[in-house]
C-alpha cells in the first residue's frame, strides 16, 4: 500500500486564537493542548456528519468540541478529574453556541477506553483522534513581571500514575492498550488518527512518531498516511513560528552549550486503518 502525505496548515492564527470566545478561558491551564485547526482538519477530512468521533485522552475536550461544531457526536476519556470537567464545560459551551452535535465524557484511563465506552457504541466510531503526553512537563505559561520570568501551568498532573511520568517504554505499552481498544470499537472501515512530534530528553531526541507507528502496526493497524501539520503560518513565500518561550529557550541553552539544535516546527498527524 501506497502512504500519501501532506501539509496541514493548522497555524495561520495562533492557537489560543482558534480558541478565543469558543474555549474557557481556563482552558489555556493545560500545557499540551491539541490545536483546534487540526482536530478540525482531521474530523472533517476523515468522517461525515452524524459519525461518531472518540478521544481517549481527551484533555480539554478540543476533539469533542470540534466535532461537536461540525456535527459529529463526540465520546472523550480523561484520566484527570480536573481536565475531564473542563472538557465537559467547553463541550456545553459549544453546544450553547449553537454546535449541533453531542459529547460525552467520562473520567478513566485510556488503556480501558473500550470498556469505557457506552456499549451501543463499540463498533460505530468513525474516527479515534488523540495526542500522547509528551513526559511529565510541558510548555505551559510564562509571564514577565520586568525582572523575572515566571511559569505556570507546566505540569499534566501530580499523580504519580499518570502516564506523563512514566518515561517512553510504558507510554508505548500503554498506547498499545489503547489501540486494541481503538481497533475494537471502530467501524469497520474506520480510522484511527494520532499527533505526535519529536522530543528531547536529556539532549537526546526521541523519535515519538516511529515508535507510534511500531505500536500501531503491532495491533493490527495500516499506516495509510503520514502527513505534517505545520506549526507556524505561511505568509506568502514566508513561514511566520509560533514558538512557544519554552521552545526558544530550550534551543537558545543547547546551543550555548555547543548543542546545535532546532526548534520543532511541525506535528506528524499519523493515519491508520484497519485494513489496506
Keep these: 500500500m501506497t502512504t500519501r502525505s501532506s501539509v496541514w496548515l493548522v497555524a495561520q492564527r495562533p492557537s489560543r486564537e482558534q480558541r478565543r470566545g469558543r474555549y474557557l478561558p481556563e482552558s489555556s491551564c493545560h500545557p499540551g493542548k491539541m490545536a483546534p485547526a487540526l482536530a478540525a482538519q482531521a474530523i472533517g477530512t476523515y468522517t461525515q456528519p452524524g459519525d461518531v468521533v472518540a478521544d481517549p485522552m481527551c484533555g480539554i475536550g478540543t476533539t469533542l468540541v470540534e466535532a461537536a461544531g461540525l456535527g459529529r457526536d463526540g465520546f472523550g476519556v480523561e484520566y484527570e478529574p480536573r481536565w475531564a470537567a473542563l472538557a465537559e464545560a467547553n463541550v456545553a459551551v459549544a453546544r450553547a453556541g449553537g454546535a449541533p ?25 468513525a474516527l479515534v483522534l488523540t495526542s500522547p503526553p509528551y513526559g511529565s512537563s510541558t510548555h505551559g505559561q510564562v509571564s514577565f513581571d520586568g525582572r523575572r520570568v515566571h511559569k505556570r501551568d507546566t505540569h499534566y498532573s501530580a499523580d504519580r500514575a499518570n502516564l506523563a511520568y512514566g518515561g517512553v517504554g510504558p507510554l508505548l505499552t500503554a498506547m498499545e492498550d489503547m489501540l486494541r481498544g481503538a481497533f475494537r470499537v471502530l467501524t469497520a472501515d474506520g480510522v484511527v488518527v ?4 519529536p522530543w528531547r530528553r536529556d539532549g537526546a531526541l526521541i523519535d515519538l512518531p516511529g515508535a507510534l507507528v511500531g505500536a500501531a502496526v503491532a495491533c493490527g493497524f495500516v499506516l495509510a498516511e503520514r502527513n505534517v501539520a505545520l506549526l507556524a503560518a505561511v505568509r506568502g513565500h514566508d513561514l511566520v513560528p509560533r514558538a512557544s518561550f519554552f521552545q526558544l529557550n530550550d534551543v537558545r541553552k543547547a546551543r550555548l552549550a555547543g548543542r546545535p539544535q532546532h526548534v520543532i516546527a511541525h506535528e506528524d498527524v499519523l493515519v491508520f486503518r484497519k485494513h489496506p
Design 101 to 125: 452535535g453531542e459529547a460525552e465524557v467520562v473520567v478513566g484511563d485510556c488503556r480501558r477506553f473500550a470498556s469505557l465506552m457506552p456499549a451501543e457504541l463499540v463498533g460505530q466510531v
Design 194 to 197: 494520532l499527533t505526535a512530534r
